[in-house]
């Protein structure tokens, strides 16, 4: 994952990627055994900083 995808981070279950020159969090759930991929945020850093996608 990291060679493809240099900025992205795992925050078990979910993979991080950070975008736009770290300006927003693309969080996603990707299950690689089915080849599919399941967007659950897009956020600012502010938002991601503050944790608040941890809770809903």
Known sequence: ???????ADW????????IAGNKYRLIAEINFRTQTLFIRNILTHQEYAA???KRS
Do not use: C
């Open 51 to 53: 944790g608040k996608w």
């Open 1 to 7: 994952m990291r060679q493809v995808f240099a900025r």
């Open 11 to 18: 925050v078990k279950p979910y993979v991080v990627f950070n």
